[in-house]
Each structure stands twice: as C-alpha cells, then as structure tokens.
C-alpha cells in the first residue's frame, strides 16, 4: 500500500504560522492536492517526531547534544483543520483552546458557544489547542483573527506543547479541562476528581503572561 499523506504539508514551515487560505470554488486534483485549499486531507492527524524541524521548539537538542529536552518522549499530534467562526472572537498571544463544531470533526472555533452541539456549546468538545497566534504571526488580535477566519490551519491534541493559554489559577499537576468562555480553559487542582474530561495536565505553574505548559489529551482517535 502506498503511502502520501503519512507527513503533513506545512506551507509556511512552521505550524504555529501556518494558515492556508479557503477557497469556496471547489478544486479537485490534480490541480491541487485536496478540495478547497485544504493543503492536507481535512481532519488528518500527524505525530511530529522528535527533532522535527516544523515542531515546537522543546523538541530540539540542548546545546550539548542531549535528548533530555522537555517534551522528547510525548511528541505532538496535530490535526488539520478548518477554523470557521460567526463571531470571530479575538486571538489569543500564546496557543489556545477551541471546540469542535459538528460532529464532522474537522473545523474548530473558539468561541464556545458555536461548539459542538451546534449554537449551544459543551465543555466536552474542546478539540484541542489552536497553534497560530497573535505572538507567532507577528500581528495585532484584530488582524490575526482575519488572517485565519475561515481558513484551514494546525491544531495541537495530544503531546507536550509549551506555553499554553491557560487560567491564572494553574499550578502544576492540575487537570485542564473545557470551559464556557472563548479561547478557555478551567483547571481542577491536582488529586481533585475533574467534574468533566480532563484534557490536558499541567506540567509548569503559570508565568507573568498567564501560560503554562501543558501535557495534552484530547485527541479523539489516539
């Protein structure tokens, strides 16, 4: 059996940059790779290997040479998705949350109250956590939500990923779980049973800029 979509295109090089525009004109291959200017199948998980070049960068070597970086052994799985949003709730500095907002699982908003089940939003379908934003496309909230309304980008669902949007209450240990706000997320301190799905663990106190980082899953598949 062959194999062509075991390796995600990123088309700026970076997921955290990446944003492929949407084109409502239907464009089947060859001319493209998939319908739409989707430049990845839609809805397509991907595990980023340790040390690669388009990941986060804890999965890189230190200095010496070491595979002891943070994160080296929970790689990231990231799927491709669609962010559509009514709303278009403003962009977050650092990765955020978003629902799922069918059951088609393969677009995401992050304004709670278009997730899944459609106009009414539930704190169990939080997807995961959206990788473009404000801070790594170099542009204002305004602007950055522009830029990815509407268009297909990479979303963050199970692995190490540093520096997450989290509450300011977030202490390590603590479970991470949906909540009602646009781009939120609760936590439940550590040996508290979470009143819902926890989705993520914290593995860092939060800093000055309200992040954390987060040992997350949420994925649906693995």
Do not use: H
């Not at 994160?71 to 990765?95: D, E, F, Q």
């Not at 204002?140 to 949007?165: E, H, R």
């Amino acid at each position: 059996m062959a194999l062509g979509t075991e390796f995600p295109y990123i088309s700026t090089g970076s997921v955290y940059t990446a944003i492929d525009t949407y084109q409502a004109t239907t464009v089947q291959p060859p001319v493209q790779s998939q319908p739409q200017g989707a430049m990845n199948p839609l809805g397509a998980a991907f595990l980023l290997a340790p040390g690669a070049s388009e990941g986060p960068s804890m999965y890189y070597p230190t200095i010496g040479g070491s595979l002891s970086s943070n994160g080296w052994g929970a790689p990231l799985i990231i799927r491709y998705v669609r962010y559509n949003s009514a709303t278009a709730a403003a962009m977050l500095a650092y990765p955020a949350p978003v629902y799922w907002t069918d059951e088609t699982y393969t677009t995401v908003t992050g304004t709670f109250s278009e997730g899944n089940p459609a106009s009414t939003g539930n704190i169990n379908s939080l997807a995961g956590w959206l990788l473009p934003n404000f801070t790594s496309l170099g542009k204002t909230g305004a602007a950055s939500t522009t830029l990815l309304n509407g268009n297909f980008c990479f979303i963050a669902t199970k692995g190490f990923l540093p520096a997450c949007a989290v509450v300011a209450s977030v202490a390590v240990g603590d479970a991470v779980i949906g909540a009602s706000g646009n781009f939120t997320a609760a936590r439940v301190a550590s040996g508290t049973a979470p009143t819902t799905r926890r989705l993520a663990i914290a593995q860092s106190a939060v800093t000055a800029n309200t992040t954390a980082d987060l040992l997350i899953d949420c994925d649906i598949t693995f």
